[in-house]
């Protein structure tokens, strides 16, 4: 893809009082779908799924760029809500540490992820860094870039997850952390799991969607 995106200062993030709700991020998919460079319905859910998996699992942009169909397993939550997780993402900072976030699968951006990865052989992207963020600098309207999206999605779960269970989520550690729980407090997927899931279904159990986003959603 071409056009140059702008870089971002890290001062975004400190300065950054807004959360960009789900709904606008099924939005986001959905334009990332219809901006895709071919009219295939495979090239189309790969544009869409690059958003979707960037969101739900909170990642880095080196990080969804190694993602391997191998890495993704279904499971179920303690309280037995289905769930996709993504296994095996490393840790930044804390050499030998991985995260394995999980995704609930009722969660409607999900659905262009779930969609795609049958069609998948081994790597989901064989994007570049700058496609990827050109994808959701298009896609948002020029407002974002893949780690505000990695923002956004922390931002949103931080009212239903412990700071421990955050850090997990979002593979946060450090080789000298001023912290002792930064490095020595561990949280499976499955210790949050359900409260991931909780945040979704409250979400959008109280929200209706946009009719346009619907129809497409539905068409998937």
């Known amino acids: 893809m071409s056009g140059i995106v702008k870089p971002h200062k890290r001062s975004v993030y400190r300065d950054n009082i807004v959360t960009v ?20 319905p495979v090239m189309r859910l790969k544009y869409a799924s690059i958003v979707s998996v ?16 191998d890495q993704f397993s279904f499971d179920r939550t303690p309280a037995g809500s289905p769930v996709l997780v993504v296994n095996n993402i490393a840790v930044e900072k804390v050499q030998g540490r ?3 976030c999980p995704i609930p699968l009722e969660d409607p951006i999900a659905k262009p992820l779930l969609k795609y990865l049958p069609t ?3 790597f989901l992207f064989d994007f570049t860094d700058r496609t990827v963020r050109n994808v959701v600098y298009r896609a ?29 989520f979002a593979g946060w550690g450090s080789l000298k952390p001023e912290k002792p729980r930064e490095f020595y407090t561990h949280r499976a997927w499955s210790n949050y799991a359900d409260k991931v899931v909780l945040a979704s279904k409250q979400y959008w159990d109280a929200k209706e969607m946009d009719p346009f986003i619907a129809a497409w959603y539905r068409s998937l």
Do not use: M
């Not at 789900?22 to 009219?39: G, I, R, T, W």
């Not at 870039?145 to 997990?168: G, K, T």
């Open 21 to 40: 709700e789900p709904h606008k991020v099924l939005e986001f998919c959905y334009a990332s779908y219809y901006n895709a460079p071919l009219e295939d």
């Open 54 to 69: 960037l969101y739900l699992a909170a990642l880095r942009n080196n990080e969804a760029l190694v993602l391997t169909k």
């Open 98 to 100: 991985f995260r394995n």
């Open 120 to 122: 998948v052989k081994e």
């Open 140 to 168: 948002t309207g020029g407002e974002g870039w893949p780690h505000w999206l990695r923002s956004q999605r922390v931002s949103f779960l931080s009212s239903y997850l412990s700071d421990a269970e955050i850090d997990a």
